[in-house]
């Protein structure tokens, strides 16, 4: 397992990612499944978060619980198809703020272009979460964080469906700080920068545009 990089592992995921890599799965059958991985994702992402004991009142008596603490979350979405992940995590974290950062891989090159971002005021007094199911060739990646760090942000992980080793080693490069939560690392890339076996292009599977 390469340094900073979390693989999780569970049957759950590994079960729906597989169904998501078959070709002949639906829009709307990709659609949920990334929905359902992105939760399961999410516990493994705010493991580490810390909690503080409030004193509250139970049915039966009062007692001091655990709750949240420290610093609040931002969700960063990889437009566009980070917003498959997006709509997962939210279901487990209602609470976080959300900021867009659109890309879109120059396919001559293969480098980010930045076409729109916005992101909420206080990002950097949150504690962010970039989202991108594609770490592919991990320019859009390393550009993502870029923007991100750029907005005074330090406390960042990244989140992933699937990785190719070239995307992590990219990552890891340009920020060794980011750690790399991911459901899956492929083989490698092909001559067009797609991941290998993969599961094609997650966007175009994601809305249904190709």
């Known amino acids: 397992m ?9 049957p759950l995921v590994q079960h729906k990612l597989t169904i998501m890599r ?8 990709f ?5 359902e991985i992105a939760m399961l994702l999410a516990y493994e992402v705010v493991r580490d978060v810390p909690t503080e004991l409030i004193e509250i009142e139970t049915p039966i008596k ?15 979405s990889v437009l566009r198809a980070g917003d498959g992940l997006l709509t997962g995590m939210l279901d487990i ?15 001559k090159t ?3 272009v930045e076409y729109f971002m916005k992101l909420p005021r206080d990002i950097d007094e949150r504690q962010v979460i970039v989202l991108d199911p594609m770490l592919a060739t991990g320019n859009s990646a390393v550009a993502a964080v870029s923007k991100v760090k750029q907005a005074g942000c330090s406390s ?6 699937l990785c190719a080793p070239e995307g992590i080693a990219t990552l890891r490069a340009a920020h060794p700080d980011v750690p790399i939560y991911t459901a899956a690392i492929d083989e490698c890339l092909n001559d067009h920068g797609y991941i290998v076996p993969g599961l094609g292009d997650a966007g175009d599977r994601l809305f249904g545009t190709k």
């Open 31 to 35: 659609r949920r499944l990334l929905r």
């Open 93 to 107: 974290l209602p609470a976080a703020r959300v900021g867009h950062v659109g890309l879109y891989r120059d396919p």
């Open 62 to 76: 009062r007692c001091m619980m655990p709750q949240l603490a420290g610093k609040k979350l931002c969700l960063v």
């Open 156 to 161: 960042i992980k990244f989140v992933s469906l």
């Open 2 to 10: 390469a340094d900073g990089v979390v693989l999780v592992d569970h």
């Open 110 to 112: 293969l480098q980010a």
């Open 22 to 29: 078959r070709k002949e799965t639906s829009t709307m059958g």
